[in-house]
Nanobody, 116 residues
Framework: QVQLVESGGGLVQPGGSLRLSCAASGFTFSSYTVSWYRQAPGQGRELVATITSTGGTTTYADSVKGRFTISRDNAKNTVYLQMNSLKPEDTAVYSC?????????WGQGTQVTVSS
């Protein structure tokens, strides 16, 4: 079965950290460029970070540069998003997207809430 499953979300205090995981199954994950997106209530979807298939290139939204790190372990078919120094404005549903040529796959999302 082809799927992407995110995990690792939750409630964290401002200044805290979380690590999200995006686990793939049923397709050749190592060929795909993977991105993390987020969507806060009442707002549009925002691209947070992207990593190429080999992990050689990463890019970040200005809003998370220096605080978030995207990485991948192709042996485990998993991409990670390490989020440090979290702020209330980071509260959103975080989803991963995998793209290879014309194929696009999305996960269902995981909620991240930053609040004291």
């Amino acid at each position: 079965q082809v799927q992407l499953v995110e995990s690792g979300g939750g409630l964290v205090q401002p200044g805290g950290s979380l690590r999200l995981s995006c686990a793939a199954s049923g397709f050749t994950f190592s060929s795909y460029t993977v991105s993390w997106y987020r969507q806060a209530p009442g707002q549009g979807r925002e691209l947070v970070a992207t990593i190429t298939s080999t992990g050689g290139t990463t890019t970040y939204a200005d809003s998370v540069k220096g605080r978030f790190t995207i990485s991948r372990d192709n042996a485990k078919n998993t991409v990670y998003l390490q989020m440090n120094s979290l702020k209330p404005e980071d509260t959103a549903v975080y989803s991963c997207k995998a793209v290879w040529r014309i194929l696009t796959r999305w996960g269902q999302g995981t909620q991240v809430t930053v609040s004291s």
